[in-house]
């Protein structure tokens, strides 16, 4: 029971992880103001991220046995650049939570290197929301 769960985890959080790809892309097109040059470069910067972890999550539930999901979470819509940023912070806190909860799965599991994936992209995703906040300080 313990792997299937992680499976179904897993492909919980690819899923999330397609968002972030798809949310970054749409918000790089859509944002505008004067710090759109800089939230640009900021979002496309963190799709690499996100790719690789998405990358690996699939590879890593077709080798436990599963199917990786095709569908993303939907993206939130928002109108200004500070909900913009607002809507990334939040989706990089819910990421370090599933990375949290999949790091004892993991361990339920007995998948020792799994676990020690999840705690990087929770060191990947902590620096992330970590940047964003540090945008919103700033008077967003």
Do not use: C
């Amino acid at each position: 029971m313990s792997r299937d769960a992680l499976i179904d985890a897993l492909n919980d959080q690819l899923s999330a992880e397609y968002q972030a790809i798809i949310q970054y892309i749409q918000y790089s097109a859509v944002v505008t103001g004067p710090h759109r040059p800089e939230l640009v470069t900021f979002f496309r910067a963190e799709i690499p991220d996100e790719q690789s972890h998405a990358q690996y999550l699939a590879d890593k539930i077709a080798a436990l046995g599963g199917t990786p999901t095709t569908v993303a979470k939907p993206v939130p819509t928002a109108s200004t650049p500070r909900e913009l940023l607002q809507n990334v912070l939040e989706a990089e806190e819910q990421a370090i939570a599933a990375y949290t909860r999949l790091i004892k799965l993991a361990d339920a599991a007995g998948e020792i290197g799994i676990r020690t994936q999840m705690e990087n992209f929770v060191q990947d995703e902590t620096g992330h929301r970590d940047e964003t906040r540090k945008i919103l300080q700033g008077g967003w």
